[in-house]
Nanobody
Framework: QVQLVESGGGLVQAGGSLRLSCAAS????????MGWYRQANGKQRELVAR???????NYADSVKGRFTISRDNAKNTVYLQMNSLKPEDTAVYYC?????????????WGQGTQVTVSS
């Protein structure tokens, strides 16, 4: 089992920045990838960014050039630096850890942290 605890959400004006953190604990050796998903009101949860155990990353087109995912292996923590925030970035952001298959998981989820961007 893996436990994930997120922090760093909040309210920010458009153009501002926030940094989300996600600390993993438990059986972290089984994690193959960690990432951030978000879910806006009335919309499906979508992948924002992901970092694999080898260090490669991928991003949603909507956040490329604005968001950066990184990790601190010693702290079992992954970060999402969000710059140039837009109102459409408003959502609940969920930390994800994937074990087993990179395609199907299984997945572990954090409790979510609200990010609100005002115009």
């Amino acid at each position: 089992q893996v436990q994930l605890v997120e922090s760093g959400g909040g309210l920010v004006q458009a153009g501002g920045s926030l940094r989300l953190s996600c600390a993993a604990s438990g059986n972290t050796v089984i994690i193959n990838a960690m990432g951030w998903y978000r879910q806006a009101n009335g919309k499906q949860r979508e992948l924002v960014a992901r970092i694999l155990s080898g260090g490669s990353t991928n991003y949603a087109d909507s956040v490329k050039g604005r968001f950066t995912i990184s990790r601190d292996n010693a702290k079992n923590t992954v970060y999402l630096q969000m710059n140039s925030l837009k109102p459409e970035d408003t959502a609940v952001y969920y930390c994800n850890a994937r074990s087993g298959s990179l395609i199907t998981g299984p997945d572990y989820w954090g409790q979510g942290t609200q990010v609100t961007v005002s115009s």
